[in-house]
C-alpha cells in the first residue's frame, strides 16, 4: 500500500486548488446576459472551463449544504440537518456546530495528506478544527478571537478588520448603513484573503463569500422591481464582487486549478409559511399552558416542526413526552401528513405551497438517519417555511425578499471540459475537488468525482 | 435488563499511541462510574493468541477473537476499549459489522516521527530485516478512511486526543457529560445568544 513509499519516495508534484465559494449565486447570475451585466468579468471566466448548474440538499440552508460540500456525505452521515436542531428528550434546541459533524472534512483529509491549507469563512467551521495549515471560523463564530486556528491568526485579522458576517439587523433598521457594511466585509474579506494567500503556504485555500447571501435575501425584490436606488445598490454590489474576483484571480499562483461554486441558488420570495400554525390548527400540535414554545407542547402532541419545513413526530419512547406509538401509528401518521400537506395551497391565492413532503429514508441514508426529521418538506420555489409559535396565519410576508432554492447551485472548474453523464450534486464537489488535487476520494463519499 | 455498551477501537502503526491513549481513556470512563475492560495487544497475544503468527489470515483470527470477546462484554454493559494495530480496512469492516456500536478510533503519525519515536525498538529491527511482518515496514497498514474518531497523536496531546475522544462519545449520546460539566460546550451563554440573533435578524431561526 506504499505508505513507505509515500514517506520516503519523492513527492510528486503537489497540485495546487483555489476554491471560491458564492454563498446563494444562482447558475443563472454567472452565466448569459444576467451573468454579463451583473457580474462580466466571473461570466468570463467560467467561459474558460466547465460551468455547471448543480442541485443542493434539502433542507436548503447553508450550514446543511456547505456541511454536504465539505464532506462528501449526505446530511445521515455528516449529522447537521439545519441551523436549529433539538435533542428530543427532554427536548431541548440546540444550535449545531463544526464539532457536531460526524464525517471527516475535506480540511481534515487533506490535512491528513500532509497538504497545507487555508480555508476562510465555510459555514459550520465553528469551532476551527485543528488542520495543516490555518481556517478562520464562518458566521457561527461568537468573534474573530475564537474564530481562527491557530489562534495567533486573530489580532492579524483584527488588525485588518476582518468582519465575520454583516450585521444584518441594519437590513431592517437602515438600508443604507447596511449596504455600507456589505462593501466593508465584502472587501476586508478579499484584502484579507490576499494577503494570507501571499504570506501563508497553502495547497489548497478556500475562500467563502456570505455577503452574496445577505444581499440576496434584503434586496432581490427591490432588485427585481427595478427600485430605482435598491437595484442599482444590488448591481453594484455585484460590480465590485466581480472587480475583487478579477484581481483575486489575477494572483492566484500559476498552474492554480480554481473551482468557483455556490451552495443553493435564490429566487423571489413568494411567502412565508408558517408551519406550526397549521399543524397547529389542524390538531396535530397542541400548546399547553405557558409560554408558546416547543418545550412546552402538550403531551397529546402528535407532531411538530422545526425550521424549515422539517415535521418531527412526537414519539413515543423518542420524544420527551412521547404520545405517537412506534411501527404502524407512526406510518399512518406520517402518510396522513403527506397527503394533507401535499395539497397545501396559499389560503388567498391558491397556489400550492409545497411540491414533495418526503420520508427521511427516502431523502438520506447513513448512520446518523435516527436524528433526521421524520419528514421533510420541499417547497415549491419561493416559499419559505417557517416554525414561529403562534401565527394568526398560515401564510405571511416580511422584509426578506429572496428565498433559497435546490436546483441552480453552480460548479465550475477552469481549463478542464467536465460532461458528466448525470445532474450534479453538491456531493460531487469534494470527491473532484481530491481527485484535481491527485489524491483519492475516500469510499465512504457519496459523491463522485467530475473528472 | 442491562444497556448494553459499545467497543471503542483504537488502530494505528506500533508505537502511535494506542496503549497509552487506551489506558488514560479507560481510566477517563471509569470515573465516569462505567464499567470498562481493556483488551491490550500485547496481552492479548500472550493470553488468548499465543498460537497466531502474523500472517495476514493470523492477524485477522486475532483481531476477531478479540472482536468476540469485546462483543461478550458489551452485552453485559461493559465498555470495551480495544488497542490493537488492526492493520487491514476488511478485518474492521467485519468487525464493524460483528459489533453492535463500533467506535473506530484512528491514531495517525508519520512514520519517520514513529521510526523516531521506536520505543520498543521493532522499527529499528525491521528497517534492519530482523523482524519481518512488521506493521509498516514491511507489512501494510491500510488507514481508516471513515473512523469515527481520527487524532493525529504528533500533532495533539495524550489529553487532547483523550478529551477528542470522549468528546465523539458524548456527542453521540454513547456516555453522558463529564461530571462537574467540563468546558465541552462552544459557546458561553453570550457568545450563544449573539449568534442566535444573527440567525434570528435572517428569519433563519
Known sequence: MGLLKRFFSKSPARSRVFVLGLDGVSHSMVSGSLGRSLVPNLTELVNGGTLLPMRSVLPTMSSVAWATYFTGVNPAKHGIFGFIDRHPNPFQAVMPTARDLKSLTLWEHLSRYHREIGVMGVPLTFPPKQVNGFMVGCFFSPDLASATFPVELAPRLMEMDYRLDVDTSLARDDLGAFLADLDETLSRRFLACRRLMAEEPWDFFQLNVITTDRINHFLWGPWEDGDEDLARAFSAF??????????LVGELPSGCQLVILSDHGFTRSAGVVYLNHWLEANGYLLLGMGKKELRNMHAETRAYSLAPGRIYINLEGREERGHVPSGRPYEDLREELIHRLGGL???????????????????????????????IIEPQTGFDFKADLGRADLVGSDHITGAHTIDDAF????????APSEPITLLDAAPTILELMNLPAPEAMDGRSLL | MTQPAFTIWITGLPCAGKT????????????RGLLVQRLDGDEVRRELCSDLGFSRADRHTNNLRVAYVAGLLNKWGVVSVVCQVTPYADTRSELRRKLPEFVEVFLDCPLEQLINRDVKGHYKKALAGEIKNFTGINDPYEPPEDPEVYCNTHQLTLAETVTKITGYLEEAGLIGPAAGGDAAEPYTSEQEAVVKKRLADLGYL
Open chain 1, 345 to 375: 395551497a396559499h389560503p388567498e391565492t391558491g397556489q400550492p405551497l409545497i411540491k414533495a413532503v418526503h420520508k427521511r429514508e427516502d431523502l438520506y441514508h447513513g448512520a446518523h438517519l435516527g436524528r433526521a426529521a421524520d419528514l
Open chain 1, 411 to 418: 460548479f465550475f472548474v477552469n481549463d478542464i471540459d467536465l
Open chain 1, 238 to 247: 455585484y460590480r465590485r464582487l466581480d472587480a475583487h474576483i478579477a484581481d
Open chain 2, 20 to 31: 497509552t491513549v487506551g489506558k488514560m481513556l479507560t481510566q477517563n470512563l471509569l470515573e
